[in-house]
């Protein structure tokens, strides 16, 4: 005898899977790792202060209420 299959679970088995190589391909495309990550705010923030750095006139102090 062969066995007994539940095709809606089955279709819910393969449909998983395929979400789940889906998913990693997008990770391995579009993933940056913590350093990538780290690294860009970095100059991000270093940029801010350079060109803060150069302003003419400085900018108003926040205050806080």
């Keep these: ?3 007994i299959v539940n095709l809606r679970q089955a279709r819910k088995r393969r449909d998983r ?3 789940d190589a889906q998913a ?6 579009h993933g940056r790792t913590k350093e990538e990550k780290t690294l860009t705010a970095a100059r991000r ?3 801010a202060r350079k ?3 150069h ?3 400085p900018s108003p102090p926040e205050q806080d209420d």
């Excluded at 990693?24 to 495309?29: H, S, T, V």
């Design 55 to 57: 302003r003419l006139e």
């Design 45 to 47: 923030a270093q940029d």
């Design 1 to 3: 005898m062969s066995e």
């Design 24 to 29: 990693e391909a997008n990770r391995l495309q």
């Design 51 to 53: 060109l803060e750095a």
């Design 17 to 19: 899977a395929e979400r």
